[in-house]
């Protein structure tokens, strides 16, 4: 009986609920060793400018887990922040996409690569260092290396966000927020961040053509980026409805299925041989 359990402990009697509790706890334990057994990947999905130039690609995370097959990143980041594995993780995602930059650096592509970064992470002590080791070792530009960070990461503990960014800045790797629009959003911190670039998060994408609302969110985020000097990307692009009125918003920069999935390296590398991406 509930009333036996005591007030402290939470008892499951839904077996829909226990399923996904049963689910959880066996990812996370596969979790643990899918780094080492190398089950990680990284996609690469374009983005592209006002002409459909690729500029630059954002870096994501796909999971090969051997029996479920691929897993979304909605799914085991999470996880991977409440163990602390997204630290681990967190590195080899950098130390790969930089051994990926000098690659392709080589070969006169230079195309900045954007990759998202967990709040443990950033948290981490040592994480400037560590961004800086990763690409000397490497031996990269690092104007190549942009960091996505949220709004909820940043404001978490805006002071150490505004010193770890200041540092990493003055080295050259540049700054984008994520999913902007979808947290708590005040112009007073944005104006302290040496941020780079604002992301639109694509809820306001999608409906961008049936919602007036979201029309008129793009149109006030497109001009704060504007006047703080900063590019503002527009993710989830997927028609060319959307692409037409981003553009009449002002917005700049473009990623989205209408121009590419998120796809492995090999068929990223054939994707931008070609320069000119989708109909822009
Ligand atoms: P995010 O950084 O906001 O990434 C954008 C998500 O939108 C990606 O989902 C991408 O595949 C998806 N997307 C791109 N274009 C479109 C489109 O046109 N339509 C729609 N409907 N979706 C589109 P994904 O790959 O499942 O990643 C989900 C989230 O997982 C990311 O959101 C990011 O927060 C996190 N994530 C991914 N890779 C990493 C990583 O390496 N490290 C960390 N810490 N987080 C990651
Ligand atoms: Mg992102
Ligand atoms: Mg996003
Ligand atoms: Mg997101």
Redesign the pocket.
């Known amino acids: 009986h509930a009333k036996d359990a005591g007030r402290n402990v939470i008892r499951f009697f839904d077996p829909v609920m226990q399923t996904a509790i049963e689910n959880r706890a066996a990812l996370e334990n596969d979790l643990h060793t899918a780094l080492e057994e190398r089950q990680f990947e990284?996609?690469y999905?374009i983005q592209v400018d006002r002409d459909g130039r690729a500029e630059g690609a954002?870096?994501?995370?796909?999971w090969r887990h051997p029996q479920r097959g691929l897993v979304?990143?909605?799914q085991f980041?999470p996880l991977a922040e409440d163990t602390g594995l997204?630290v681990p993780?967190?590195e080899w995602?950098l130390d790969t996409v930089c051994a990926q930059i000098a690659k392709w650096q080589g070969e006169q592509r230079n195309l900045v690569i954007a990759?998202?970064?967990?709040a443990k992470?950033f948290r981490q002590s040592n994480f400037v260092e560590l961004v800086q080791q990763i690409i000397q070792r490497h031996q990269v530009s690092p104007a190549l290396l942009k960091l996505?960070l949220?709004e909820s990461l940043v404001l978490d503990n805006i002071q150490d966000t505004i010193d770890k960014m200041k540092v990493l800045k003055a080295f050259g790797v540049s700054f984008s927020m994520?999913?902007f629009g979808t947290g708590y959003s005040s112009l007073s911190y944005l104006k302290q961040l040496p941020l780079d670039q604002i992301?639109i998060?694509?809820s306001f994408v999608?409906d961008i053509a049936t919602d007036k609302t979201d029309l008129v969110m793009v149109k006030t985020i497109v001009d704060l980026g504007v006047n703080f000097e900063m590019d503002v990307i527009a993710?989830?692009?997927?028609s060319e409805v959307q692409l037409g009125l981003l553009k009449q918003c002002g917005c700049s920069r473009f990623?989205?299925?209408?121009f590419s999935?998120?796809v492995p390296v090999e068929a990223f590398e054939l994707l931008i041989k070609g320069d000119t991406v989708g109909q822009a």
């Open positions: 990284l996609f999905q954002e870096v994501l995370l796909r979304s990143p909605a980041i997204i993780i967190g995602v990759v998202n970064v967990s992470q996505e949220t994520d999913d992301k998060d694509q999608r993710e989830g692009v997927e990623q989205g299925y209408l999935k998120p």
